[in-house]
């Protein structure tokens, strides 16, 4: 387990009266930013200039806010064409 980690286990994990969840949540960490820019230059240096843009989104992109542990990444489509 993640250290932080907030589980369904931890009362702290779940607002009062709800619901356990199956998900493990981890407060966030500021490597976040980091391991999606490693990721996005991955993704840039495999597919180059067929990559217009890609994004970091979902929960791990909010600074501050508990997520599950697993960064999300958009790829943006390639202007005025559809694929």
């Known amino acids: 387990m993640m250290p932080g980690a907030i ?3 931890d009362p ?4 009062p009266g709800g619901v356990p ?7 966030y960490s500021p490597e976040w930013p980091l391991e ?3 990721e996005a230059e991955r993704l840039r240096s ?5 990559l ?7 929960s791990t992109s909010v600074p ?3 997520a599950k542990r697993s960064s999300t990444c958009c790829r943006g489509p390639e202007p005025g064409g559809h694929r």
């Open 46 to 50: 495999l597919l180059g200039e067929e």
């Open 21 to 27: 969840s199956r998900y493990s949540f981890a407060e």
């Open 12 to 15: 702290g994990g779940n607002p």
């Open 64 to 66: 501050g806010l508990a």
């Open 52 to 58: 217009v843009a890609v994004h970091h989104i979902g």
């Open 36 to 38: 999606f820019a490693l």
């Open 7 to 9: 589980t369904p286990e």
